[in-house]
């Protein structure tokens, strides 16, 4: 097996399939693309009512479900690209509610990683496996339902049976899965053991063939016949509707009772499972101010039984006591090296209380918070001294209490994931884990070596004891952010930069303690015998499997997760291993977890998919911006600095040109050739990918850039996709707001614009708007309020910007539009419709405000490459 190197986050499994005898390995290309969908490229323009923000849409086939932000029924326009705006004089319906927004239904968590997980070989079926013929009498398949769970999206809802097409690597094909994906309705629960297969372990599902007379039912994965020990025996196949599992494309087998001796989880477990503050002290007036501010408001956020510890770090650490309620009391211990067994031993079964729930010690908390004072020493923040190795270690110590062994074997635990919660303003530069203050240090490569690798032992050590860690920095000053990811990504946490202490930071400080999270997860994933999964991106590491449960021929591809968190998804990347003979193909995701309640669960979600010989059919099902995410993943897995970023771009073009040749049309007397009209939307996506903040320049500090890869990587679909591509949306009289296309033609001077673009968030104010009086005011307080709800759901939380026209800072909203100003008039207007109605003296005052940037519009990129742009319906 050949590993793909490491990337800066999650890991990526490369699974060559074993040799198929008369046929040729398939050869994996570079970074295997994945498909887009077809539709309309400017679809007919929404007006967003502020009480009804629609989610992204994904074209379907009857498939999703509306919870997915997949719409049944006429298409709705997508958000991530030019949808054809509305005309800015159509009559707008006032908001019942001002400025209401529905937040979009949270997706599944993208899950990145860089570490190469080995697919199972294909299963070999022996000649038990039966072939079931399909009597209307006996089988179920003719009533199930065509359904789509929400935790598991396609690049498309059609699968290609020839190899050939099918593993194009520039359109190739896959899905993003998520684990703990909003659902509605949520999925049937089931207290009792599932029957699985007895050859291949594949569960029983929607889609089996049921013998309703015996009980039998026949595997989709192995077509192995099994039986069901009298459960699913009836006298038709209209009682079986009644068996959640055979009815619904998602269920949750939930097992309440504790199997682990020794183990009792406490009293309430979903809000008991403590969360320590690791704080640094070595910060300046202005922030320590902000930062106080934060702290306060987090404490006031926390529910009365949320268990708090406080730890402090700079030279020393400092453990607070919350037995003392009249002043901030705290044990002190040297920071320059690791805790001893000793010196925690004294700390843990002394007399002082490090863990508290809220009820009982709010007071102290605000007392403990109101004690801490800024830095006084003369020296740059780069070279104060941080032991933030010890720090985080004494923080997992608390946490842990004392051992088994002290208690005679007895050990109570709270329910889920702990928390460690690290609140940095500077580099660790002091005890374990530490860099020196100066990149000039003579062996400053060799000490950041061992730092590394210390980081990302202590993130698996606290894995191990279902502790998360998560990292949030803000301020100034650098703080080397390649020797903190690994203890973050370790641990399943997440590293977060902030230009300060203020709202963003105290916003995420809040969601970061209380978004659920499960613990001790496995993903199976099992595909039909014609397909397997070449890549996994995503938090999660090759899982070593020691399982009782014995399959003859069990070929799943297991994955253990870091963390189980509705903010996280995989994309898994699959190509098929032959020409595919039947009519459908078949695949399984079993999430396994232990959840905040002490129940273990097994969540498993059971897709089929047709297969068809028609390239053109295949097409029109592919889904554009689940594909285009999937792609940029695949993308973004290899850029790890500044110069793979710009590799990365060249490959983009290359897929584009690749795509065009594959399955484009040539365009009469010309040697050109024009773009499949079926994946209209692909190339505006990626178009926006290669120059926006993921692969482009518009972020100054490779740590930033370094930090949005990871996070893109990890993250789920909506945030994925509007990192990828921003959603534009104009404020219009009445409290209503339009989506337009995410093009600089979009700033007209008497409108306010709002871009959400994933982990920012920008308000644009009009000059002509702004001038007159009260109402610029009231749009932008509107714009801000939209904003607000747009991302109050979304982890990280966005910073929020707002700026006028023609102030320095509205460069940040204006490098993030496509430039269109420079087009030919009929291209302008084949995606603002409404520019037809402006005079020439309009037209050229227009044109003279785009004064920010000179770059290459998507009409000149797709020209560039030789490639025409397909036509905008």
Same mark, same amino acid.
Request: net charge neutral; with cysteine.
């Given at each position: 097996m050949e590993k793909r190197p490491e990337s800066s986050v999650g890991f990526s499994v490369t699974i060559p399939p074993p040799p198929q005898q008369g046929t040729q390995s398939p050869v994996c290309s570079p970074p295997p693309p994945f498909p887009s969908s077809a539709g309309p490229i400017f679809p007919p323009p929404p007006i967003v009512q502020p009480n009804q923000i629609p989610s992204p849409s994904i074209k379907t086939l009857n498939l999703p479900s509306p919870a997915n932000g997949v719409r049944t029924g006429s298409p709705a326009p997508h958000l991530s690209t030019p949808p054809g705006p509305p005309v800015f004089s159509s009559p707008l319906q006032p908001a019942s509610v001002p400025f209401r927004t529905s937040p979009a239904t949270p997706q599944p968590v993208a899950y990145s990683s860089a570490s190469s997980l080995p697919t199972s070989s294909p299963p070999q079926f022996? /000649? =038990?496996?039966?072939?079931?013929?399909?009597?209307?009498?006996?089988?179920?398949?003719?009533?199930?339902?065509?359904?789509e769970s929400p935790n598991v999206l396609f690049s498309a809802h059609k699968v290609l049976k020839q190899k050939k097409l099918a593993n194009i690597p520039s359109l190739g094909f896959g899905a993003l899965v998520s684990s703990g994906r909003e659902m509605s309705p949520g999925p049937q629960m089931i207290q009792r053991d599932p029957h699985r297969c007895h050859n291949c372990g594949a569960y029983a599902n929607l889609y089996c063939n049921i013998l309703p007379g015996s009980g039998q039912w026949q595997c989709v994965i192995c077509r192995n016949l099994n039986g069901s020990e009298g459960e699913y025996v009836a006298s038709n196949k209209e009682e079986l509707r009644n068996v959640p599992e055979l009815s619904l494309p998602s269920v949750d087998y939930v097992q309440t009772g504790n199997k682990r001796p020794g183990f009792f989880p406490v009293s309430d477990s979903r809000v008991s499972a403590p969360v320590v503050l690791v704080i640094d002290e070595c910060l300046d007036e202005p922030h320590l101010q902000h930062f106080q501010s934060s702290l306060h408001a987090f404490v006031d956020s926390l529910p009365p039984t949320t268990r708090l510890g406080i730890v402090t770090y700079g030279r020393t650490v400092s453990v607070y006591d919350f037995s003392e309620k009249s002043i901030a009391s705290a044990d002190v211990l040297p920071g320059n090296k690791s805790p001893d067994q000793e010196s925690l031993k004294v700390l843990i079964y002394g007399i002082g209380i490090y863990l508290s729930p809220m009820h009982a010690?709010?007071?102290?908390?605000?007392?403990? &918070?109101?004690?801490?004072?800024?830095?006084?020493?003369?020296?740059?923040?780069?070279?104060?001294?941080?032991?933030? %190795?010890?720090?985080?270690?004494?923080a997992l110590a608390i946490i842990q209490g004392p051992s088994a062994e002290m208690s005679?074997?007895?050990?109570?635990?709270?329910?889920? /994931?702990?928390?460690?919660?690290?609140?940095?303003?500077?580099? /660790?530069?002091?005890? $374990?884990?530490?860099v020196p203050h100066s990149f000039s240090h003579p062996n400053y490569a060799h000490v950041e070596k061992i730092a590394l690798k210390w980081m990302e032992t202590l993130g698996r050590e606290a894995f191990r004891k279902n502790t998360v860690i998560d990292i949030?920095?803000?301020?100034?000053?650098?703080?080397?952010?390649?020797?903190?990811? $690994?203890?973050?990504?370790?641990?399943?946490?997440?590293?977060?930069?902030? +230009? !300060?202490?203020?709202?963003?930071? %105290?916003?995420?400080?809040?969601?970061?303690?209380?978004?659920?999270?499960?613990?001790? %997860?496995?993903?199976?994933?099992?595909?039909?015998?014609?397909?397997?999964?070449?890549?996994?991106?995503?938090?999660g590491e090759e899982a070593h499997v020691d399982s009782n449960e014995n399959f003859r021929n069990d070929n799943a591809l297991v994955i253990q997760m870091l963390? #189980? =968190?509705?903010?996280?998804?995989?994309? @898994?990347?699959?190509?098929?291993?032959? !020409?595919i003979k039947r009519d459908f193909v078949y695949f399984q995701f079993a999430f396994k977890f232990s959840d905040v309640y002490q129940s273990d669960i097994?969540?498993? #979600?059971?897709?089929?998919?047709?297969?068809?010989?028609?390239?053109?059919?295949? @097409?029109?099902?592919?889904?554009?911006?689940?594909?285009?995410?999937?792609?940029?993943?695949?993308?973004?897995?290899? *850029?790890?600095?500044?110069? +793979?970023?710009?590799?990365?771009?060249?490959?983009?073009?290359?897929?584009?040109?690749?795509?065009?040749?594959?399955? %484009?049309?040539?365009?009469?007397?010309?040697?050109?050739?024009?773009?499949?009209?079926?994946?209209?939307?692909?190339?505006?996506?990626? &178009?926006?990918?290669?120059?926006? $903040?993921?692969?482009g320049s518009i972020l100054g500090h490779e740590d930033e850039r370094s930090v949005l890869r990871n996070v893109f990587l990890n993250a789920e679909f909506d945030l994925s996709l509007r990192m990828v591509a921003p959603r534009c949306l104009m404020h219009r009289q009445g409290g209503t707001f339009e989506e337009l296309p995410a093009y600089d033609l979009a700033m007209q001077s008497d409108a306010a614009v709002v871009l959400d673009h994933g982990t920012d968030v920008f308000i644009w104010l009009g000059a002509e708007l702004d001038a007159q009086e009260g109402k610029g005011a009231a749009?932008?307080?509107?714009?801000?309020?939209?904003?607000?709800?747009?991302?109050?759901?979304?982890?990280?939380?966005?910073?929020?910007?707002? &700026?006028? =026209?023609?102030?320095?800072?509205?460069?940040?909203?204006?490098?993030?539009?496509?430039?269109?100003?420079?087009?030919?008039?009929?291209?302008?207007? *084949?995606? &603002? $419709?409404?520019?037809?109605?402006?005079?020439?003296?309009?037209?050229?005052?227009?044109?003279?405000?785009?004064?920010?940037?000179d770059d290459p519009s998507f009409c000149e990129w797709m020209r560039s490459l030789k490639v025409l742009p397909p036509e905008p319906s």
């Open positions: 022996s /000649n =038990e496996s039966v072939e079931l013929h399909h009597q209307s009498s006996d089988a179920t398949e003719d009533w199930t339902p065509v359904t010690s709010l007071p102290v908390a605000h007392s403990i &918070f109101s004690s801490l004072r800024p830095y006084k020493l003369d020296i740059a923040e780069a070279s104060r001294d941080r032991c933030l %190795g010890t720090a985080v270690e004494v005679q074997g007895v050990v109570k635990r709270p329910g889920g /994931n702990s928390r460690i919660i690290v609140c940095a303003g500077g580099p /660790n530069t002091c005890g $374990p884990g530490s949030l920095c803000a301020g100034t000053c650098p703080v080397r952010v390649p020797v903190l990811q $690994p203890l973050a990504k370790a641990s399943g946490g997440v590293l977060i930069l902030h +230009d !300060d202490f203020g709202e963003a930071f %105290g916003v995420n400080l809040q969601r970061a303690s209380g978004r659920a999270a499960g613990s001790h %997860g496995l993903l199976e994933i099992r595909c039909s015998e014609d397909i397997f999964v070449s890549q996994v991106v995503g938090p963390s #189980i =968190e509705e903010t996280q998804s995989f994309a @898994l990347s699959m190509e098929t291993k032959r !020409d097994t969540r498993v #979600i059971s897709v089929r998919l047709p297969t068809v010989d028609s390239v053109s059919s295949y @097409l029109q099902s592919v889904q554009d911006e689940v594909a285009a995410v999937l792609i940029a993943k695949r993308t973004l897995l290899r *850029a790890k600095n500044a110069n +793979d970023a710009l590799d990365m771009r060249a490959t983009v073009d290359e897929r584009i040109k690749d795509i065009t040749s594959k399955f %484009g049309s040539q365009m009469p007397k010309s040697k050109l050739y024009q773009f499949p009209r079926e994946l209209s939307l692909l190339p505006e996506i990626l &178009f926006h990918l290669r120059r926006g $903040p993921l692969l749009a932008l307080a509107a714009c801000r309020t939209l904003a607000e709800e747009l991302t109050e759901m979304r982890f990280p939380a966005p910073r929020i910007l707002a &700026f006028k =026209e023609g102030s320095s800072q509205a460069r940040y909203f204006v490098s993030r539009l496509i430039p269109a100003h420079k087009d030919p008039p009929y291209e302008q207007e *084949a995606r &603002f $419709p409404q520019l037809r109605s402006l005079t020439s003296e309009q037209r050229t005052e227009l044109k003279s405000s785009f004064l920010y940037f």
